[in-house]
């Protein structure tokens, strides 16, 4: 539901802490005028009110429980549901899946997703459901209780199947759910093949992008779903295996050669994230290179005082990272980081930035 966020799956509680569901979500979106709201209070309402009539607990679990047989009874009655039904039980069920208890959604890892993924692939499923079935998927993901890959690749299937969705929304969820599951991935073996996925996608829509045959229709649509699949990069790169990160910015210095803005930026975004990020296990070598490209560019091609706020930040967080790593490759490419400050001195919105750089430099000289 557009103004409704449900908490981070990641660092949510799993336990019931004693809050009835039911008011919670109604103190939220009683007073809401948008139809979607309407409907899914509603549906909260009749299941709260279900439950009473039963004399079931008004808790987590029993609305789980109640939201995935509504569910399944829904899928299996109508081959063509109702979407906003279907869009109020998936996102009921999204707001309750962190609340249930880890061991509790293990039992039911496989039904859930089976219901999930149903209502994923139904051409009318709505962008509010969409976006709810990914968070519930995602989650799903991330409370696993194996690393065996063959347990978890269908359902990481379904997420990237909707990186480069053409609606915003469902592709920036997608973008969101990618990133936390690989960090929940961190340490297992399941991060190669998650990691493997992203690359493999990546190089697909890089070939469809450049296909010979492709007619003017499909060339922008590919395009612009490279550009999709570069979004998603700036939230994954940082949390992929080396190997396959290493594999993607090599890409990115053949992409940087287009010279293209839209790709830059992209591109600049993705390192900041790399460099930005804690670990320590990246390619320096190759993401110096991409760092010297970028100021080569930088100098040599017009652009606003933020763009060139945001390289010599850039520069600044990216030598640091790569020096305390790799000494001896940043000296050598002192010339190149140089000619660029040195062009940018006189810009007052950037100068802090620009000594940081400098400062780091003659440190490197010494």
Known sequence: ???????????????????????????????????????LCATIGAMAQELKDQNLASNPVAYF??????????????????????????????????????????????????????????????????VSGLKCVGHLLIVKDTANWADVSHLYSVLLGFMVDSRPKVRRQSHTCIRDVLQSFQGTSALAPASEGITKAFERYLLFAGGSGANATEESKGAQEVLYILDSLKECLPFMLMKYMTTILKYFKTLLELQQPVVTRRITDSLNAICLHPTMDIPDEILLDLLC???????????????????????????????????????????IVFSTLKGWMLIFGIMANVFDCLLLLLVFLC
């Open 1 to 39: 539901m557009e103004g409704v966020e449900m908490e981070n799956p990641a660092t949510v509680s799993t336990v019931d802490d004693g809050v009835d569901f039911c008011e919670s979500i109604l103190l939220r979106l009683s007073s809401s005028t948008q139809e979607d709201h309407q409907h």
């Open 65 to 130: 429980g109640a939201t995935c047989s509504s569910l399944e009874r829904l899928l299996s009655s109508d081959p063509d549901p109702p979407p906003q039904m279907i869009s109020s039980f998936l996102t009921i069920l999204s707001f309750i899946l962190p609340r249930i208890s880890v061991p509790i959604l293990r039992k039911k890892r496989e039904f859930v997703s089976e219901l999930v993924v149903r209502v994923l692939r139904l051409s009318s499923t709505t962008v509010v459901a969409l």
């Open 293 to 335: 490209s970028i100021a080569v560019y930088a100098s040599t091609n017009e652009t606003s005082a933020d763009n060139m706020t945001f390289t010599a930040r850039l520069l600044d967080v990216g030598l640091k990272k790569i020096y305390s790593l790799n000494r001896q490759i940043c000296v050598v490419k002192l010339p």
